[in-house]
Structure formats: structure tokens, C-alpha cells
């Protein structure tokens, strides 16, 4: 009989740990496994994604209506609000929601954990996913999170340096934990980056300057501000260049606000949120990725594997994926820092083509091949 594994998310928005778990359930076992999807809210850009032999659960619709009035919209987010709560105040009622008894739940981020803890399944093995770095949150709350993950059977840090720092910054010892990476569908990353986008995005492309090209949510975890402070002196400084950032996020205002204020809309560019980025990841020069903190940054992994040179902050579990100076090249989060990483991109070229030589020798396979040997381990 097949073991039926719950993930826990709260929606499949554009995001490091939705991804992450996409690769989990791709490479599980349909012989073995089957995969089951919880969503808090049903809304998101990967819902599209979701392998089609999973069962897939949801609390509340997420996607409002078009033509919704602002009322409306009120209205609607009250009756979510109220729904979520009665589901975290009588955990029981999921039993009836889902008519199934889970062998495995995973919490994918640390926002679920609490749910996981709570579960009426009480004879699941419970695993929580840990992707954030909690030095940018409070002792207080680092310190609960400690206390529900002891009471899972395992806790799963995506990188080393994030167990690491989690483990000083709390002065605890997560004792029920381990460090697996994250696994890449590889041939889907480099079949989707041939894929064909919009004819005026493509003329970006064929500028005469050197174009970087950064994916991720814009939030201030990612640092595009201080990107933005270095592209523009490196702008005035007659390094002529172009940065190119797809996503979106509650920064997007003031990002674009801070982009005019430094005069420079021609070149640094926000062109949203894409469901397949690769293409734009293929066509760059450069990938730059200026994170003030990460976990295990999928989007520097997937650059790599499509043989884009990059720079990268070098946090979290960067410099697990990285061999600074060979695959790729790793700077302090500053701005004169990432300034002068772009400078060497764009005057040493020899430099940057041995970077490109070196990204094709490694081999992503055994990469993948050993994380599929640790989740049979842990999901046993």
C-alpha cells in the first residue's frame, strides 16, 4: 500500500520553498508515494505546476473574483480570515475536509509548522522544511519554533550554514535535524529556458550593453535596493549596463520610486512577475542575485545550471552551492561590495569565460541522485 504524504503550504505563490517542494513530489516514487497538496489559500502562479497525480486540497479560495468592488474584496478576505481561524481553532475539522489519514505530513515553511504540530493525524511522521534565516527575526519567536520542531520527528535545514546559524543565533541544538539540499529537475530548467517570450522583453536583449539579470520576490530580504544605489554608480561612472529583475512584491512602489529618484528607468528594470524566468535567465550575460540573507537560493542553483556566470551575496547556503572564483563569485552585502563584483564582470571577460567552463563540469546528477537517497531515508 502507498504511503500518503500531506505537504503542508499556505499558497503556491512564486517561492523558493514552493519550488522546492514541487522537486520533492516530482522525484517521489509513484510506486511508493502518494503525494497529497494542503493549501491554506488556493492562489498562486505554480498551481499550473502541481504534477498531476497530486491530490490537491485547499481552506479557502484565494483568487478573488475580477470585477470585485473593494467592498467585495473586504468581504471576501473577512470569510477567509474567519475560515483560517476555525481551521487553527479545531484542527479536528480537517478530518472531515480531507476524508484521508495521512502517514507523512511536511510543514514546507515555518509558517505551517504550528498546523503540523497541531495535526489530528496523531500518528503521522511529522517533518518540518526550514529554508529562512531567523537573523532577522526575534529571539522570542526563534525560540518557539525550536520548541514545535522538537516536537516533530525530524526537522529538514535546507543548507548547512542555515542549521549553523540557527542553531547559534537561539544558542538551542535542534537535535531531531539534518541538512538535505534542495533537489533541481534539471531537464525541465534547460528545456523551459528555450522557451520564446514577448518580442519587446527580447529587444531587451539585444542592446548594446551587458545585461544582469536577478529573479526573485521583491522584498527586502533580496537587497534590490542597494543593487539599485550600485547599478547607478556604476552608471555615472561610464560602465554602461543594464539590470534586469523578474518578480514582484510588497517593495515594488518603492524600488520603482528609488529607480527615478537615481535617474536610471532606462536601465534598471522591473518587468514583474513571469511564470517561466528562464528564458530571461538564458539570455543574460550575468545572473546577481544581492540577497541580505537566504537559506538555499534556488535561483543561483538554476543559473548555474544553464551556465550563466553570477555574482551572489554571499549568505545562507550560497557558498554550498558556489566555489567562489570557479563557479561563480561571492561578495559582502554592500553596495561598493556588489559595485565592484560588477566591475569585474565587465572588464574582465577572460575571467568570467573561465567561470562558464568551470559551471559546465559540474555535474548536477549525483547532486540529485544522493538528496533522492536521503528523502527515501527519511520519508521510511
Known sequence: MK??????????????????????????????YEPILLLNSFKGELLLEIPRNTKIFFLVEGIEKPNCNGIQRLLHRTKNYIILGKYCLFPTLLKKKLNIVPD??????????????????????KLNWFHADLHFYSQVYGKEIVSMMHKCHLTVFVSHKTKGDFETYLKQYVYNS????????????????????????????????????????????????????????????????????????????????EIILQNVENSFLL?????????YIAKADYYIQPSRYEGYPLAVAEALILHIPLISTCVGGVMEI???????????????ELKNAMMKFLLEPDFVMEIVRNQKRKDFTLHN????????????
Not at 271 to 279: F, R
Not at 322 to 336: A, E, M, P, V
Not at 369 to 380: A, N, R, T, V
Request: with cysteine.
Open 3 to 32: 504511503k500518503k504524504v500531506l505537504f503542508r503550504i499556505p499558497s503556491m505563490e512564486m517561492g523558493g520553498a514552493q519550488k522546492a517542494m514541487l522537486n520533492i513530489i516530482n522525484f517521489l516514487d509513484s510506486s511508493k
Open 104 to 125: 507523512i505530513e511536511i510543514a514546507m515553511v515555518d509558517s505551517s509548522l504550528k498546523d503540523l504540530v497541531n495535526s489530528p493525524f496523531k500518528h503521522s511522521r
Open 271 to 279: 518587468l514583474g512577475l513571469k511564470e517561466n524566468p528562464y528564458p
Open 178 to 257: 539534518l541538512c538535505i539540499y534542495n533537489a533541481f529537475n534539471i531537464e525541465d530548467i534547460r528545456s523551459k529556458s528555450l522557451e520564446s517570450f514577448d518580442l519587446k522583453e527580447w529587444m531587451l536583449f539585444k542592446r548594446p550593453v551587458k545585461t544582469f539579470v536577478s529573479v526573485g520576490r521583491l522584498v527586502d530580504q533580496k537587497g534590490y535596493d542597494i543593487l539599485i544605489e550600485a547599478h547607478s554608480e556604476l552608471i555615472k561612472e561610464g560602465f554602461n549596463h543594464q539590470i534586469i529583475v523578474i518578480g514582484d512584491g510588497p517593495e515594488y512602489r518603492s524600488l520603482k520610486k
Open 322 to 336: 558556489i566555489d567562489h572564483n570557479k563557479t561563480g563569485y561571492l561578495t559582502g552585502f554592500s553596495k561598493y
Open 369 to 380: 541522485e544522493y538528496i533522492h537517497e536521503q528523502l527515501e531515508y527519511i520519508f521510511k
